[in-house]
């Protein structure tokens, strides 16, 4: 018989306007009872951390979820901002647990992304009040941990677990970046997030990286190599 195992990550059909508990309702009847879902946000951002967050619910909400989780919660990316707020509120508030950590532009720079997205779900696991029994994250990774692991493709639209992780993560790497507007103005963090929007390239041009720009990302990268040159020149 099959199993859920059988059909995830791989499988791409069974993808849902709004999330729910039914990966987790499987996950529980192949005996796990404490599960995480995580999910990121700033992967590809040119400047600032990248953001992970993690959320855990009480086995008993997946057979019994309030309708106020299921009408708010969604991917964060499908979210305004007031909305986003909302469900942040309601995740704190019908959560068992939640938590989150921020991998640094130079972990980013000195590794790659996908070290760095490991590096912080190993931070967070330290982190956790609540130890999971497996934790469910949206992507295809291929990661080994201590604790069971598994990728969901597009899990952010089909687990309520990794959507609130979504929302965790995406609001508090919005807050960060609103401070770095204040503390490194022109580049319009505050409206970008960090993202190359075309007047934030036209800043990076104008006026140099910041101190919090990632220079293995394009087009710093590029620009370093420049600057570089010109100071070898002098």
């Known amino acids: 018989m099959s199993t859920l195992f059988d059909f995830y990550p791989n499988s791409s059909d069974l993808a849902q306007i709004v999330p729910d508990f039914s990966i987790e309702r499987e996950l529980c009847s192949n005996g796990y009872r404490i599960i995480a879902g995580i999910d990121e946000a ?19 909400i997946y057979t019994e979820t309030p309708e106020l989780i299921l009408n708010t919660i ?5 979210l ?17 647990h939640y938590t989150s950590i921020f991998v640094p532009h130079t972990i980013i720079d000195r590794t790659d992304i996908n070290i760095a997205t490991k590096i912080g779900i190993e931070r967070l696991i330290a982190k956790a009040q609540i130890k999971p029994d497996i934790i469910i994250m949206d992507g295809n990774f ?12 597009k899990g952010d639209n089909k687990s ?14 919005d807050e960060l970046m609103d401070k770095a507007d204040l503390k490194y103005p022109g580049y319009g963090f505050s409206l970008n997030k960090g993202y190359g929007s075309k007047k934030h390239l036209e800043s990076l041009y104008n006026k140099g990286f910041s101190n919090i720009h990632r220079k ?12 570089e040159l010109l100071f070898s020149e002098d």
Do not use: C, Q, W
């Open 216 to 227: 293995s990302y394009e087009p710093i990268k590029s620009l370093t190599t420049r600057e």
């Open 160 to 173: 309520i677990s990794i959507a609130s992780a979504s929302i965790i993560a995406k609001v508090l790497r």
């Open 80 to 96: 305004s901002h007031k909305k986003r707020e909302e469900a942040f509120s309601v995740i704190k508030n019908f959560s068992l």
């Open 142 to 153: 291929k990661f080994k941990f201590d604790t069971k692991f598994m990728s969901v493709i």
């Open 42 to 60: 700033g992967r590809g951002a040119i400047a600032g951390p990248l953001s992970l967050g993690m959320v855990i619910y009480a086995s008993s």
């Open 74 to 78: 969604a991917d964060s990316k499908k």
